[in-house]
């Protein structure tokens, strides 16, 4: 097939299932994807397959507050560059090295008045306060203007008190605010008429991916309201999540948000990546990088997790989907919770598929504690990365100059300590082709479902109890609610029953959450 052809897609196309084992194996160049099913045989067994077909699948992409945005943008920015397109006018520059179309699953185009095409991403920005869009406008040159939320502009519906205060880290106001809000451009446009249009540009939404913080209001509270809206108007549309988990210290009131927005993550998404900030500070405390440009750091390994996770979505001779993606990280197990991982997380150096792997899980099985960007490590002696069993893993390679044979053997080379219930199947997709004129840089993500998830609920829940001085919250009433601390905002915005519904209803599915994931070690959930 000449590799224009790849490009000339004009119908969407249903892929074939990529998990159905029994398809026959196909091989395209440099693109596999593959499933490892673990066992005490050798693995011959292992199946390997690709697509049958190319995709035109829409993905819409979601980033709410100053987190979203900026995590987003960084994502936006970097897809332009490896398309050669500009983020100030979306036009694509003519040299040989990027000649090819971007990915329809991410942008839509239109014409420039000279003609030329305009790539426009499949965006929307949102935020209660104006600052990050206001500080980016050269990065919004490409962006669908009508596409832009910057609180700025509410229905009529809310006093002028409650216009003018963002949402001061506060999840209720970020949530109560949501529906009001209207678009800069077009401003009688809600939040969700711009998702119905955006909708209306595609041919075939596969998904939507919300990027956000759990820790401040505009994020979370906004962000849950986003994903309960989506989940409600579109049931069947995948819906994943970058979700930022913060620092221990970064927001008071953070475990209430971070309750709230749990619940929303747990119960309407499809696959919620959660990527900690105390983590990734960990991983550079570790490594005696300087302070300076943490967040910058921060954000760097973030888009290195969204980039290789969508890297089978952006290859030319690929075009997966966000849908097949989480169809192979969740396999048939109700788990949509991930813990990423990366590698390498710094100074990127061309290394082996081997190498890659032995970054993710070590000699013993364990995941390997230094690299996880959701997981704690636990205290030196205890044996949390020892307890934690595998439920679901899918790696992402991306540049890999390697065979798929190669590539394959290094992934069945491990020997993954998996939940005693769970398929042992470690899934991989190899994504060859890079764009960049110097050699590639090998690098992996990976993404994992497992026990450990607990140890990062009961943070929260943990966080939470400490906020109500161990009072419980299943049994308390709304008078003893009013007398928490720092919940008076909380009861301001949302009322007094409708806010202790919140708390309770989202405590109830965290501990829900927390159980599932703390018998994913021992027994069949
Ligand atoms: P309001 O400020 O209340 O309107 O909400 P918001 O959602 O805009 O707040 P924000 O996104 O700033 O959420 C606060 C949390 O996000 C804190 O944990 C910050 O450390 C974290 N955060 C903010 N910006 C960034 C960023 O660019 N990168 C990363 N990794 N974390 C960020």
């Keep these: 097939m000449p590799k224009?052809?790849?490009?000339?897609?004009?119908?969407?196309?249903?892929?074939?299932?990529?998990?159905?084992?029994?398809?026959?194996?196909?091989?395209?160049?440099?693109?596999?994807?593959?499933?490892?099913?673990?066992?005490?045989?050798k693995p011959s067994s292992c199946k390997r397959f690709v697509h049958s077909q190319y995709t035109v699948i829409q993905t819409i992409t979601i980033c709410v507050g100053q987190c979203g945005l900026q995590v987003g943008l960084d994502f936006w920015t970097a897809l332009a560059k490896e398309y050669g397109i500009s983020v100030k006018d979306g036009k694509q520059a003519t040299n040989s090295l990027t000649t090819a179309l971007p990915p329809a699953a991410f942008f839509h185009y239109g014409k420039h008045t000279d003609g030329s095409r305009k790539y426009v991403p499949r965006a929307i920005l949102l935020d209660l306060e104006p600052g990050v869009l206001a500080d980016n406008?050269?990065?919004?040159?490409?962006?669908?203007?009508?596409?832009?939320?910057?609180?700025?502009?509410?229905?009529?519906?809310?006093?002028?008190?409650?216009?003018a205060a963002g949402a001061g880290n506060n999840w209720a106001h970020g949530f109560t605010k949501a529906p009001h809000v209207r678009s800069?451009?077009?401003?009688g446009e809600s939040v969700m008429q711009i998702v119905k249009r955006e909708v209306s540009h595609t041919n075939r939404l596969d998904s939507f991916l919300v990027v956000h913080?759990?820790?401040?209001?505009?994020?979370?509270?906004?962000?849950?309201?986003?994903?309960?809206?989506?989940?409600?108007?579109?049931?069947?549309?995948?819906?994943a999540t970058v979700s930022v988990f913060p620092n221990a210290s970064d927001v008071t009131v953070q475990p209430y948000n971070m309750l709230l927005t749990l619940r929303r993550l747990i119960s309407h998404t499809d696959a919620a990546i959660i990527v900690s900030n105390e983590n990734i500070d960990g991983i550079l405390q570790r490594q005696a990088a300087p302070a300076k440009g943490r967040q910058r750091f921060d954000n760097d390994v973030i888009l290195r997790v969204m980039l290789g996770w969508t890297a089978a979505i952006r290859t030319p001779t690929q075009r997966s989907a966000v849908s097949e993606l989480i169809r192979m990280m969740r396999g048939p197990r109700s788990v949509n919770l991930f813990c990423p991982s990366c590698a390498p997380v710094r100074n990127p150096r061309i290394i082996r598929a081997k190498a890659l792997m032995a970054s993710f899980v070590d000699s013993n099985g364990y995941l390997v504690a230094d690299n996880q960007l959701?997981?704690?490590?636990?205290?030196?002696?205890?044996?949390?990365?020892?307890?934690?069993?595998?439920?679901?893993?899918?790696?992402?390679?991306?540049?890999?100059?390697?065979?798929?044979?190669?590539?394959?053997?290094?992934?069945?080379?491990v020997r993954p300590a998996f939940a005693p219930w769970a398929i042992p199947m470690w899934k991989h997709i190899q994504t060859a082709s890079s764009r960049s004129p110097k050699p590639p840089s090998a690098s992996a993500v990976t993404v994992v479902s497992c026990s450990g998830m607990a140890h990062v609920l009961r943070k929260v829940e943990g966080a939470v109890s400490r906020m109500l001085s161990g009072r419980s919250l299943e049994q308390m009433t709304t008078e003893q609610l009013k007398k928490v601390p720092f919940m008076d905002t909380y009861l301001?915005?949302?009322?007094?029953?409708?806010?202790l519904d919140q708390f309770q209803e989202a405590y109830?599915?965290?501990?829900?959450?927390?159980?599932l994931y703390t018998q994913a070690a021992h027994a069949r959930p």
């Design 492 to 499: 301001q915005a949302l009322g007094a029953p409708e806010c």
């Design 508 to 515: 109830t599915v965290l501990t829900g959450a927390i159980e």
């Design 137 to 163: 406008k050269e990065t919004l040159g490409f962006m669908n203007p009508a596409n832009i939320v910057t609180g700025e502009h509410f229905d009529a519906a809310l006093d002028e008190e409650t216009k």
């Design 184 to 187: 800069r451009r077009v401003r």
């Design 4 to 41: 224009s052809a790849f490009y000339l897609v004009s119908q969407p196309q249903i892929t074939a299932d990529v998990l159905n084992l029994s398809q026959p194996t196909q091989r395209r160049s440099g693109v596999t994807l593959t499933a490892r099913r673990y066992s005490a045989q």
């Design 374 to 413: 959701a997981l704690p490590r636990g205290s030196p002696g205890d044996d949390l990365s020892k307890s934690n069993k595998i439920i679901t893993a899918l790696t992402v390679f991306q540049n890999t100059t390697e065979s798929v044979e190669a590539v394959e053997a290094a992934v069945g080379a």
């Design 213 to 239: 913080s759990v820790a401040g209001g505009t994020g979370s509270g906004m962000g849950s309201w986003v994903i309960e809206q989506l989940r409600l108007s579109y049931p069947s549309t995948s819906i």
